[in-house]
C-alpha cells in the first residue's frame, strides 16, 4: 500500500466521526423517530446512499453519477426529515421546497455537464483507488450534511414558529442567490457552446463583475436558509448555522475557486488579457 492509501486509511474514520458528531449535536431538542433523532438519521441516510452508490462506481470506475448520487440524497434525505417529523409547518415546507429547487437544478445541470464532457479528470487519480475513491463519496456524505444542516434542523426541530420577518429576509436573500448562480451558469454554458469560443475564457455578462459569480450565487442561497432556520435553533442545534460557513470554506479554500484558480493561471497565465482580467475582476464578490 502507498502512503497516499495509508493517510487516507486514516482520513476515512475521521470523516466518519465527524459525521457523527454533526448528528448527535443537530438532533438535540429535535423530533425523534423510533426512539432515534430525525436529524441523526437523515446524516445517517445520506453517508449509506453515498456507500451504495459507490460499489458500482469503483467497479465500473466511472464518476459519471457522482453528482447526480448527490443532487438524490439532498431531496430524498430532506423529504424524509420532512415526513418522519410531526406537525411539519410553513417554515419546514419553504425550506424543503427551496433545497428541493437548488437540487433538482444543479443535479441536472452538472449531471449534463459531465455527460457532455464525457468524465470528470478530477477524479482520474482517485479512481483506480478503493480507499481514496470511498473517501471522496463519503466526503460527499459530508458535504450534503454540513450544507442542508441547517434546514435539516430547522425541518426536524421540535419548535415551531410560524413565518416571520427571518423567513422573508431568508427567502429574499435565497431568490437573489438562486438567480445569481442560474444566470452565471447558463452564461458560462452559452459562451462554451459557442465554436468561436473555443480556447477562450468567459469575462462576460456576471463573469465580468466576479471570477467566480455562480459560487457567490451558491453561497448567498444558503445564508438565506440559514436566516431562515435561525427562529427555531435550540442549544447544540445553533451548530447548523456551519452550513453557509462551511460551503464559503469549501468554494472559496478548497475545491472550488482555488482549483479553478490553478487551472485557468495553466491555461491563460501570462495572456495580457487574462491578467488584466485578474487584475481588475474580484474572484467572488461581484464589482458594482
Do not use: C
Not at 17 to 31: D, M, P, T
Not at 141 to 162: D, M, P
Amino acid at each position: 500500500m502507498n502512503p497516499t492509501d495509508r493517510k487516507s486509511l486514516i482520513v476515512f474514520p475521521i470523516l466518519v466521526v465527524v459525521g457523527i458528531l454533526v448528528a448527535l449535536a443537530g438532533g438535540q431538542n429535535g423530533s425523534t423517530f423510533a426512539g432515534m433523532p430525525v436529524f441523526a438519521l437523515a446524516v445517517g441516510l445520506a453517508f449509506i446512499i453515498q456507500w451504495i452508490a459507490f460499489i458500482p462506481a469503483f467497479a465500473q470506475q466511472t464518476e459519471k453519477f457522482f453528482d447526480i448520487t448527490g443532487s438524490l440524497t439532498y431531496i430524498s434525505v430532506t423529504a424524509l426529515a420532512l415526513f418522519l417529523s410531526p406537525g411539519a409547518d410553513a417554515r419546514a415546507l419553504l425550506l424543503f421546497a427551496l433545497v428541493l429547487i437548488w437540487a433538482i437544478r444543479l443535479g441536472v445541470f452538472l449531471f449534463r455537464r459531465v455527460h457532455k464532457a464525457g468524465k470528470d479528470d478530477r477524479f482520474d487519480e482517485l479512481k483506480p483507488s478503493f480507499i481514496r475513491f470511498l473517501n471522496v463519496w463519503t466526503i460527499q456524505a459530508l458535504w450534503v450534511t454540513f450544507t442542508a444542516a441547517a434546514a435539516w434542523v430547522a425541518i426536524t426541530s421540535s419548535a415551531r414558529k410560524e413565518l416571520d420577518i427571518f423567513a422573508i429576509i431568508g427567502l429574499l436573500v435565497w431568490i437573489f442567490g438562486f438567480t445569481f448562480e442560474v444566470i452565471a451558469d447558463n452564461q458560462k454554458s452559452r459562451f462554451n457552446a459557442d465554436p468561436a469560443n473555443k480556447g477562450k475564457f468567459i469575462r462576460t455578462g456576471l463573469w465580468g463583475k466576479s471570477r467566480h459569480p455562480n459560487y457567490f450565487g451558491e453561497i448567498v442561497l444558503w445564508v438565506g436558509v440559514a436566516i431562515i432556520a435561525i427562529p427555531v435553533l435550540q442549544g447544540w442545534q445553533w451548530v447548523a448555522l456551519i452550513s453557509p460557513l462551511f460551503v464559503t470554506l469549501l468554494l472559496t479554500r478548497v475545491s472550488g475557486v482555488p482549483l479553478l484558480e490553478q487551472k485557468a493561471d495553466k491555461k491563460w497565465g501570462g495572456q495580457a488579457d487574462y491578467e488584466n482580467y485578474k487584475k481588475n475582476t474580484p474572484v467572488l464578490i461581484p464589482k458594482l
